[in-house]
């Protein structure tokens, strides 16, 4: 069953001031993807290309200028979804920095409080259950959870951002550049973490990165955006799957050892 529907959206933003004659900026041109019930989808491009701003549109921070993002059907921006509350605990995302991500006058309790307060109404012992059990979730100790958030390492304060996107209750999990942040170890263990969360959940993912060597692991299959347009959609490692973009992320990956400087 299709999840979410991301149909042939389009945006662009205005340049400079007011008085700017230039025209619009377009930063999505049709670009299009779906997602099912539990399936890890990977959004791959370059900086620049859209991802970001897609994310956006299915958060419903912003609007497309054109075309639709539907979750279960039905089109998640609008005022005749009566269900809107339901549709903003369905959607949450993990994004790139952390510390930008957390407050840090928050403690780690009142970080991952913060969205069962608002949705849930939540307080007392049932407030601290609920918490002390999404930490246990990522594999943070509950009795840390007085310590400020700026205390934690980069790795901690993610999963601790991943607790917090998991305490409404979300259907779909937006991970936009969710570990390129962290050194090569630590990324292991958080996308650990994430593939053992979706199996046990049956969450879906939506895995937006430049990094093509995270995909195949990770994602079910990949979408490929180009210059605000999908341009690519299938398994990554198939022949049948090639564009300029991918050959440039391929490129673009160092090897894992310095090559050794032959004599001459």
Known sequence: MTLLSVDRVSKSYRQ???????????VLQGAGLSITAGECVGLLGPSGCGKSTLARL???????????????????????RPDAVQARRDIQAVFQDPFGATNPRFTAFEVVAEPLRNFDRLSG??????????????????????KPAHRFSG???????????????????????????LDMTTQGRILDLLAELRRRSG????????????????????????????????????????????????DAVLPPMPVARTAS
Not at 19 to 24: A, G, L
Request: with cysteine.
């Open 16 to 26: 400079g001031g007011l008085f700017d004659r230039r025209p619009p900026r377009q």
């Open 203 to 250: 969450i879906a993912y939506l895995f937006i990165t430049h990094d093509i060597r995270l995909v195949p692991g990770f994602c079910d299959r990949a979408v490929v955006i180009e210059d605000g347009r999908t341009v690519a959609v299938g398994d990554i490692a198939a022949p049948a799957v090639r564009c300029e973009t991918l050959e440039l992320l391929r």
């Open 58 to 80: 299915i958060l419903g921070i912003e609007a497309p200028d054109s075309g639709a993002v539907l979750l279960d059907g039905a089109p998640l921006a609008g005022r005749g």
């Open 155 to 181: 790795g901690q304060l993610q999963r601790l951002c991943i607790a917090r996107a998991l305490a409404p209750g979300p259907r779909l999990l937006i991970l936009d550049e969710a570990v390129s942040s």
């Open 125 to 146: 012992p049932a407030l601290r259950a609920r918490v002390d059990g999404l930490l246990r979730q990522v594999g943070l100790d509950p009795a840390e959870s007085g």
